[in-house]
Every structure is written in structure tokens, then in C-alpha cells.
């Protein structure tokens, strides 16, 4: 059926095409996209112009973006949605801003005594709840591989998690999942780690010990995880890779597998 948001949506694809070439060169420098069928790489495409038409990218002084940058970091952000119902997810922020290295972020923080500590934190991104997503261009190009890491998809859940209101690890769950399964999975998974830790502060943990800072950054590594190093956290966790793999609509672990049968390049895809 015929819509103005259909309509619109037709014209900026139409507007703003992608060179075969470009989208190639973008695929290479991803290799967290390998794998995807047809369907799936024209709708990451597509959606990847449209996130570029609503979004603004602020390039800071010393970062420089060629069309098939923007791309990169585009499909990156379009990753975790391309299952999802076009429902405007990343609703609540137009700008992602874009530093040419870490960056310094003023933080204060009132503990259980009422006292307020305040400290400045060296990061590589952050997303703020009624405000933009910054993120370093290093951090950016240093994501896309299957070694459990990417910045742009750790900070982007974090905005998933907002859209319930302050992040709490809980975004806003389908219809068919239960809250109670989520928030027990969870739960469990994050106390699990925080507890290894406290035994050990030094334990090396399989999957990065930023997540057991608060339920917030535990979905948000999880979610970095899911996409970038899927056969590692369903070792550890594999009660959160099936919440995950619920909330997502994805099951980047199956693809992986069918990688390393394929291409033996992939073997150790995780390692490096």
C-alpha cells in the first residue's frame, strides 16, 4: 500500500545511490557482514543511506569522512536493526559526533552517602540520554571484525536501552519475549561476572570486564558481543546470546559457523 513514508523513503534512496563499488569496498573493511544473504545485504544497504539522510555526522578537526566512511560507520549502526520493525529505534538523537582520538569526559556521581565524586574519564565513546552519540574515528576503524569488539554497535545499544528511559540494561523487549526470563538471564550472567571479579580483580574473564560495571554496560558489551565474538559469548553465557538472539532477530553465531566451514580463514576468526 502506497504511503508518504514510503514515498519519501524511495525518493532518498533514489537521491543519494550507492556505487556498487563503494558498498564492496565498505563489505571488505566489515567482515562482521560476511555471510549475509542477498536480501539481507540490499536491506542493510538501503537502510544504511537512510540512517545517513536522518543522522548528522560531525566530523571534529583532524577526521576526515569520504562517502564510503560514512558507510562504514552506517552499516556498523544498521547492524543490530536490520531484523528489527522499522520503528524508529534510534529515536531521540540526530548527531553522532565524531573526535579524531579519545577524548576527555567530565563524570561526577552521587554514592549511597550522598557524597558527589567527580573525576574526568579518558573514553572512546559515549552516548547521552537526551544528546548526541560521540565516538572516536579510531575506535570506529578498529571495529567491524569478529574479535569482540565495536564501538559503534556498544554505543548504539546503549541508545536502545534509553529508549525505557535512563540505561538500565532493560530496551524495550517484543511482545513474544517475557521480562522475567530477561531480567533472570541477565542477572545471573552480570552477578556471575562481578562475583569472578571480586575473587579475583585481575581474573580474565572471556568476555571484556567493562561489562560488570552496571547492567547498562553489561548489555552493552553483550550486544558488541552478539555481533562481533558470538561463539565466544555463547561459551560463557549462553542463556544471554538466546535473549539476545530474541531481542535482535539475528543469530550471527549460525553465520559464523558457516563461515569457518567455508572459508578456513575463518577458523579463528575470534582471535585476531
Same mark, same amino acid.
Given at each position: ?20 563499488k563503494t558498498w564492496t569496498a565498505v563489505r571488505q573493511r566489515l567482515p562482521i557482514l ?12 538501503? !537502510? ?40 524508529? #529505534? ?19 556521581? !552521587? ?5 558527589v565524586h567527580e573525576w574526568d574519564d579518558e573514553r572512546s565513546g559515549e552516548s547521552w540520554?537526551?544528546? *548526541?552519540?560521540?565516538?572516536? #574515528? ?7 571484525? #569478529? ?23 532493560? %530496551? *524495550? ?8 526470563? #530477561? /531480567?533472570?538471564?541477565?542477572?545471573? /550472567? ?10 579475583? %580483580? ?12 552496571? %547492567?547498562?554496560?553489561?548489555? /552493552? ?7 562481533? /565474538? ?11 546470546? !538466546? ?30
Amino acid at each position: 500500500m502506497w504511503s508518504f513514508r514510503n514515498w519519501r523513503r524511495q525518493r532518498t534512496l533514489a537521491r543519494n545511490p550507492v556505487e556498487p563499488k563503494t558498498w564492496t569496498a565498505v563489505r571488505q573493511r566489515l567482515p562482521i557482514l560476511d555471510g549475509l544473504d542477498a536480501i539481507d545485504d540490499q536491506r542493510l544497504r538501503e !537502510r544504511s543511506v537512510l540512517f545517513l539522510h536522518e543522522k548528522h555526522l560531525t566530523a571534529l578537526p583532524g577526521v576526515e569522512l569520504s562517502r564510503e566512511d560514512r558507510l562504514l560507520l552506517a552499516a556498523q549502526a544498521q547492524l543490530p536493526l536490520l531484523h528489527l520493525p522499522e520503528l524508529d #529505534w534510534y529515536q531521540g538523537f540526530h548527531e553522532l559526533i565524531l573526535y579524531p582520538d579519545d577524548f576527555v569526559s567530565p563524570q561526577r556521581h !552521587r554514592d549511597p552517602s550522598g557524597v558527589v565524586h567527580e573525576w574526568d574519564d579518558e573514553r572512546s565513546g559515549e552516548s547521552w540520554q537526551r544528546g *548526541p552519540v560521540i565516538l572516536a #574515528w579510531p575506535g570506529v576503524q578498529a571495529s567491524g571484525g #569478529w574479535a569482540g569488539y565495536n564501538l559503534v554497535i556498544h554505543e548504539l545499544a546503549h541508545k536502545l536501552d534509553m529508549l525505557n528511559g535512563e540505561p538500565n540494561g532493560l %530496551p *524495550p523487549l517484543h511482545r513474544d519475549m517475557r521480562l522475567s526470563d #530477561w /531480567a533472570l538471564t541477565m542477572q545471573s /550472567a552480570y552477578d556471575d561476572m562481578n562475583a569472578q571479579l571480586d575473587r579475583n %580483580p585481575d581474573a580474565e574473564l572471556p568476555i571484556d570486564p567493562y561489562a560488570a560495571e552496571d %547492567p547498562a554496560e553489561f548489555f /552493552a558489551v553483550t550486544s558488541e558481543y552478539f555481533f562481533s /565474538a558470538p561463539d565466544v559469548l555463547h561459551e560463557a553465557y549462553p542463556a544471554v546470546y !538466546r535473549q539476545l538472539m530474541s531481542f535482535y532477530r539475528q543469530d550471527p553465531l549460525t553465520r559464523l559457523k558457516e563461515l569457518q566451514k567455508s572459508h578456513p580463514a575463518y577458523k579463528d576468526a575470534t582471535n585476531g
